[in-house]
């Protein structure tokens, strides 16, 4: 069965710098795999859709990585900023041939000014 | 351009009453997705319907069924309402196996 973890649960770090958000997955034959961003009372925002046979996703300050057979993709925020603020989550889809998606927990992130 | 809408946003039910909850999207997505979101254990697939006439189950389906009336619009509706089932719910589309879009939610308590 497909588990996705997202540690740290939380995470507050001081505006400009640089993180990193993980996650890990316990079966490796997946099809894709996405992070989004929920801002509080909100649904969610798809930042980065990488597929199996790609490495990395890039969009502005947002750089997503993955590594199938690690069973684990991180999120790359450079420079942050306070309107970074949200939580982030990562939901892998199984190479089966469903339509299922399985969502972390998510990392909830502060930036201080 | 809308995206995905989500009615009601808000809603209080005492248990076993019944409701529907509506999602349309205006993306001529294919794929359609119900999602619960629970405090610590993140978001779940109720039902998903991959494509116009089709529906298949998710994790965790009990308690709910779902309509596919056309490709634009995928209902969730409870038949008895139970206070397990207080959550927050999501809608999502997408062109089959690619990005997916969320509606806002519908907040929902059962008393």
């Known amino acids: 069965k497909q588990e996705v973890t997202q540690i740290p649960a939380a995470l507050s770090v001081p505006e400009g710098e640089n993180l990193v958000l993980n996650c890990s997955f316990t079966?490796?034959?997946?099809?894709?795999l996405q992070w989004f961003r929920q801002d509080p009372g909100k649904g969610l925002t798809s930042l980065l859709l990488?597929?199996?046979?790609?490495r990395e996703q890039t969009s502005g300050r947002l750089n997503a990585s993955l590594d199938k057979s690690s069973g684990r993709s991180t999120l790359y925020i450079a420079a942050s900023q306070p309107g970074d603020s949200a939580t982030y989550l990562c939901?892998?889809?199984?190479?089966?041939?469903?339509?299922?998606?399985?969502f972390g927990t998510g990392t909830r992130l502060k930036v201080l000014a | 351009n809308a995206g995905v809408t989500q009615t009601p946003k808000f809603q209080v039910l005492k248990t076993g009453q019944s409701m529907t909850l509506q999602c349309a999207q205006d993306?001529?997505?294919?794929?359609m997705y119900w999602y619960r979101q629970d405090p610590g254990m993140g978001l779940r697939l109720i039902y998903y319907s991959a494509s116009e006439g089709t529906t298949d189950k998710g994790e965790v389906p009990n308690g709910y069924n779902v309509s596919r009336l056309n490709k634009r619009e995928f209902s969730l509706r409870l038949e008895s309402a139970a206070p397990s089932q207080t959550s927050v719910y999501f809608c999502a589309s997408s062109e089959f196996t690619d990005t997916q879009y969320f509606g806002p939610g519908t907040r929902l308590t059962v008393l």
């Open positions: 990488i597929q199996s046979s790609q």
């Open positions: 993306m001529n997505h294919n794929s």
């Open positions: 079966d490796s034959a997946i099809y894709n």
């Open positions: 939901a892998v889809r199984r190479a089966s041939g469903t339509y299922k998606y399985i």
